[in-house]
């Protein structure tokens, strides 16, 4: 029982690097989500996917890029890597929507992304 | 448009003393409602939810929240809090067959005391 699996744990980037957070789940899910977590903030979806090939923007997108080719896999890209972007990032996903009828959300554990 | 707001950043409480953490949302029709647990180093996990009927539901490890639709409410309690309590609580919101995801709270972090 995986559930959702993210990868790396932590990082650290320079300013203006690149990197791509990677998050799969074994669950059959059709819905993915990309959130990050700042203090004191709560958590903020940057983006989402429905299904294979189908993404769309959350409330923060800019500086990130994602991809849905398999029902498993959803990555995160950075390009150019901002101070602004230090954070903590959440890959969950559900079968159904969870903002729509409520669907419960699995999440992972998280990566702890430093850019300095 | 929907939104949530924790008012308690940051709630220390006794080992064994009672626990109630604030959530009051905005949202026009019926909403649903969630209250996640996170702790330390890990994902969210899902405590407990209201859809629709009983106004008080239950939830994992003990919790209990009530949906009071006059103060606009889904406060969260336990009677008793066990250290293993300590994490944080996001309240979230959803219903809006328009939205995709739930919009969550700024969390309330808990602390216990032994």
């Known amino acids: 029982n995986a559930g959702v699996t993210q990868t790396p744990k932590f990082r650290i980037l320079k300013i203006g690097q690149s990197m791509t957070l990677q998050c799969a789940q074994d669950m059959n899910h059709n819905y993915m989500y990309w959130y990050r977590q700042d203090p004191g903030m709560g958590l903020k979806l940057i983006y989402y996917s429905v299904g294979a090939g189908i993404t769309d923007k959350g409330e923060v997108p800019n500086g990130y890029n994602v991809s849905r080719s398999t029902t498993e896999d959803f990555p995160l890209r950075l390009e150019l890597a901002a101070p602004s972007q230090t954070s903590v990032y959440f890959c969950?996903?559900?079968?159904?929507?969870?903002?729509?009828?409520?669907?419960?959300?699995?999440f992972g554990s998280g990566t702890q992304l430093s850019v300095l | 448009a929907q939104s949530v707001t924790q008012p308690d950043i940051h709630i220390t409480v006794s080992e064994g003393a009672s626990l109630e953490l604030r959530c009051n949302y905005s949202y026009g029709a019926t909403p649903y409602l969630f209250w996640y647990v996170q702790s330390p180093g890990q994902g969210l996990q899902l405590l407990l939810k209201?859809?629709?009927?009983?106004?008080l539901v239950q939830g994992i490890k003990g919790f209990e929240a009530e949906f009071k639709r006059s103060q606009s409410s889904f406060n969260l309690r336990k009677p008793s809090v066990h250290w293993s309590d300590a994490a944080e609580y996001f309240c979230a919101v959803g219903g809006d067959t328009g939205r995709r995801a739930l919009t969550f709270g700024s969390g309330t972090r808990l602390q216990v005391q032994p």
């Open positions: 969950a996903s559900s079968y159904r929507s969870s903002g729509g009828v409520g669907e419960k959300l699995f």
């Open positions: 209201y859809f629709s009927g009983d106004t």
